[in-house]
């Protein structure tokens, strides 16, 4: 795909930045910043605008190349290194999504269906759908937008009068250590992913700038509705507070019971997350010319992800303890350096 004119393509962004907030962001950053959730979330939009800026420079440099050749040219025989270090990163959030649509499937539609024919089942359209090209995800990622929206909308709409403005107070009662603590960890969750669309060359900042806002927008009225509804108390005690949420739309007093429905935008946000993340991979693998080790590298993921998050719980605190140092950190890290370093040479 030599130019990206398409808004669809755009749209994935949308669905990658969100994806950690099932079962992890949401949960932990209300338990954590209470009444405060909301500013953390604003703080960390703010983090997140500024690392978008960074990304968006690696985007106008060279943009015919792809983030692996842009790395070799930079960081010289260090960027060998590092690309084989990001992919392994991708590996690992490869495997964790797997568990992650797992656990969600089982927890809200299959509670008695075995993981692995769950992770099997959900691996065929991924691998499809990598396979067919950034055209392919496109357009599927971009119907999937439509839908999701035509969603959101119909929650937003039917879930505001129940908002109570009394569930936001007290409005100053978090302290400002947790509130900085925490948007840092938002801004984790939703930046991160954005790495994975650097495979792809020819991307314009415009586009990107835009789409990233939307998804601000869409998380900031999420946290705002679950609050508001809820209240902090309540809200803190989901695993899925957005599934509850979605429990609270009834409209006519008799559609009821459309949450399954109504929670279809986190399973879009996972599937294209995993295509995503599947697609770096082989990228990586395309790059060093070793395309056909894509047999072996997606078998053993799909293992790992029955053996390594066999149980749920200590998945889940692996993930909300470590995910700053493993992924953040070290994709902050290599953001900036890659910034400081391009703009010596030049």
Known sequence: MNKLKSISFYSIIFFITETMFIHTGLNEILNSSKTGTIYSCILGSIISLVILFFITKIINYKKELNIFKKIDLVYGKLGKIINLFLVLIFILYFIYLLWSINTYIQNKYLDSTPSFIIILLFLIPVIWCQKEGI???SKVSGLLFIITFLIILFSVTNLYSGIDLDNFKPLFNTPIITIIKDSFIFSSYFVTPMFMLLTIPDIKTKNTTLFFIISLVNLLLLFIYIIGVFGIDLASLFSYPEYSLMKKINYFDFIQHIENISTFEWLFSIFISTVMSLNFIIEYLKHINKERLKYIVIPISFILSLVLFSNTT????????????????PIL???????IIKRNRI
Do not use: G, H
């Open 135 to 137: 055209r392919t995800i």
């Open 314 to 329: 200590i998945a889940s605190i692996i993930t909300k303890k470590y995910y700053l140092f493993i992924y953040y950190n």
């Open 333 to 339: 890290l290599i953001i900036i350096s890659f910034n």
